[in-house]
T-cell receptor
Framework: NAGVTQTPKFQVLKTGQSMTLQCAQD?????MSWYRQDPGMGLRLIHY???????DQGEVPNGYNVSRSTTEDFPLRLLSAAPSQTSVYFC??????????FGNGTRLTVT | AQSVSQHNHHVILSEAASLELGCNYS??????LFWYVQYPGQHLQLLLK??????LVKGIKGFEAEFIKSKFSFNLRKPSVQWSDTAEYFC???????????FGTGTRLKVLA
């Protein structure tokens, strides 16, 4: 039982490049979400999903896309990276009315 | 709009000192409450949770929190901190029956040996 697995751990992009952050969970959680963590701002919700085929925007969705084709996977896509997207990204999953389980995070730098 | 406030952004304590971190939320309905801890360079881990029942909940590593409904508060306490408690602590609220979680901005705790 691996929990929530995120890859990669670190990534450096140039402005305008695209990339996908991967997230997978093996706990059969219906809810999955992406947060970004920036100093002094806590965790801000980017996108979330309550099941396969269902996604919705969170607090800061601009510049990011998601899809949920399976219960296990919830990738986050940056279509054209900007320096403002330099952050630490966390994927989290849960059942309803249960604590969130977090992945180990991806530290992204956009130059 | 719903929100979670953590009033202390940075706290510095000596080992063996007592700790209390404040958390207040604004939401009129029923909520589940959580405290998470993030050690340097790591992901968030659950410290304790409150769903219902006894408003004083005990978590891992000697932490406890008290839910005071009338004050919309869920303060975290530890009687005697250790150097290894140095971390960032996040309070979070989940609306009952939903997947909506709202986090506070976090409190950085530094414990001096």
């Amino acid at each position: 039982n691996a929990g929530v697995t995120q890859t990669p751990k670190f990534q450096v992009l140039k402005t305008g490049q695209s990339m996908t952050l991967q997230c997978a969970q093996d706990m059969n959680h219906e809810y999955m979400s992406w947060y970004r963590q920036d100093p002094g701002m806590g965790l801000r919700l980017i996108h979330y999903s309550v099941g396969a085929g269902i996604t919705d925007q969170g607090e800061v969705p601009n510049g990011y896309n998601v899809s949920r084709s399976t219960t296990e996977d919830f990738p986050l896509r940056l279509l054209s990276a900007a320096p403002s997207q330099t952050s630490v990204y966390f994927c989290a999953s849960s059942l309803q009315n249960s604590p969130l389980h977090f992945g180990n995070g991806t530290r992204l730098t956009v130059t | 709009a719903q929100s979670v406030s953590q009033h202390n952004h940075h706290v510095i304590l000596s080992e063996a000192a007592s700790l209390e971190l404040g958390c207040n939320y604004s939401y009129g309905g029923t909520v589940n409450l959580f405290w998470y801890v993030q050690y340097p360079g790591q992901h968030l881990q659950l410290l304790l949770k409150y769903f219902s029942g006894d408003p004083l909940v005990k978590g891992i590593k000697g932490f406890e929190a008290e839910f005071i409904k009338s004050k919309f508060s869920f303060n975290l306490r530890k009687p005697s901190v250790q150097w290894s408690d140095t971390a960032e602590y996040f309070c979070a609220v989940n609306e009952l029956g939903t997947y909506k979680y709202i986090f506070g901005t976090g409190t950085r705790l530094k414990v001096l040996a």
